[in-house]
């Protein structure tokens, strides 16, 4: 079965607005806060001998990057259940 394009744009839409919106969520936010400064303090100095501040940053990038997916994931499973319960739903103008 394949979706209409449209509602494939609609869902990337929805996909790319709720990144957003968890990128500036204030509970996150911590976690990205360190890994951006971990970034920074990797490539302040271009050393090679930083391999442990390399680490450092991909251990936070890794963190972010699981709290994203999570966040989109249970933002995914709400969204699917709005439009289930809608699909379910009488409809008024079938009425």
């Known amino acids: ?11 990337e ?3 790319v607005e709720v990144s957003a919106q968890i990128e500036h969520e204030s509970e996150p ?6 890994e951006r400064k ?16 390399f680490e450092i940053w991909e251990d936070k990038l890794s963190i ?3 709290v994203i997916y ?7 499973l709400k969204d699917g259940m709005q439009l289930a319960h809608a699909f379910n739903a009488p409809s008024v103008l079938s009425e």
Do not use: C, N, V
Request: net charge negative; aromatic share 16%; glycine share 2%.
């Open 1 to 11: 079965m394949s979706f209409p394009a449209w509602f494939i744009e609609t869902i």
């Open 13 to 15: 839409s929805r996909l």
């Open 29 to 34: 936010r911590q976690t990205f806060d360190e």
């Open 38 to 53: 971990a970034f920074q303090a990797l490539f302040a100095s271009m050393d090679i001998a930083h391999k442990s501040e």
């Open 64 to 66: 972010k990057q699981s």
């Open 70 to 76: 999570e966040r989109l994931y249970l933002q995914g």
